[in-house]
């Protein structure tokens, strides 16, 4: 069974410094993805940055970046410069790609990290 | 402009009382899914589609039902028989392929007494 683990319930960040967010991740697949998300307190989930397991390059997304590494299953994201805007609660996800079965394309959540950025 | 609807943003419910949250896409997504978010935590999968016309169960599908009859429409039915069903319920729909990110609706938070 997957599961993903966050460690870091809060996490606090002087505005324009970078911050990491960390998260761990369990699975017997050997083709998986892994995707993080931001919430803000309205309670919408944006989409930010997606990895591969196959993919050899960490992904980037502007500010956004995720550091993978496969062998110790860890995917954290990096947020550089970070914004006042960035305050919200993050959370991590992975998604099983085997075909067929009734597990195909679902989602796992970590428990989120809430990130606040100071002034 | 394409998106998801969920509607609405707010729901209150009395005990013993079935509910429907609708969800809807013009994103032509094939695939939808329901999640409930309980406070402080993080998402759980109720139910997801792939097609129309066919679901499965998630990891909490106890309590709850859904139906698929158009690709655009998966709404999602709390019944009496879920025991606590105070929760914010999110949709979400892609596209089918394993790399492809989940787009999320607003959220409608129910809320039963």
């Known amino acids: 069974a997957q599961k993903i683990t966050q460690t870091q319930p809060g996490m606090f960040v002087q505005e324009k410094e970078a911050v990491t967010l960390d998260c761990t991740y369990d699975t017997s697949d050997q083709s998986y993805g892994l995707f993080w998300y931001k919430q803000p307190s309205s309670g919408e989930m944006i989409f930010l940055i997606y990895?591969?397991?196959?993919?050899?390059q960490n992904a980037t997304e502007g500010r956004y970046s995720l550091n993978f590494q496969k062998a110790r299953k860890s995917a954290n994201l990096v947020i550089s410069a970070s914004q006042l805007g960035d305050s919200a609660m993050y959370f991590c996800?992975?998604?099983?790609?085997?075909?067929?079965?009734?597990?195909?394309?679902?989602?796992?959540f970590g428990q989120g990290t809430i990130l606040t950025v100071h002034p | 402009d394409g998106g998801i609807t969920q509607s609405p943003k707010y729901l209150f419910r009395k005990e013993g009382q079935n509910v429907t949250l609708s969800c809807e896409q013009n994103l032509n997504h094939d695939a939808m899914y329901w999640y409930r978010q309980d406070p402080g935590q993080g998402l759980r999968l109720i139910y997801y589609s792939q097609i129309v016309n066919d679901f499965q169960k998630g990891d909490i599908a106890e309590g709850y039902s859904v139906s698929r009859e158009k690709k655009e429409s998966f709404p999602l039915t709390v019944t009496s028989a879920q025991k606590n069903p105070t929760a914010f319920y999110l949709c979400?729909?892609?596209?089918?392929?394993?790399?492809?990110?989940?787009?999320f609706g607003p959220g409608t938070r129910l809320t039963v007494t």
């Open positions: 979400a729909s892609s596209l089918r392929g394993t790399s492809y990110e989940q787009y």
């Open positions: 996800a992975m998604r099983e790609t085997r075909a067929g079965g009734t597990s195909y394309g679902k989602l796992t």
């Open positions: 990895q591969g397991s196959y993919d050899e």
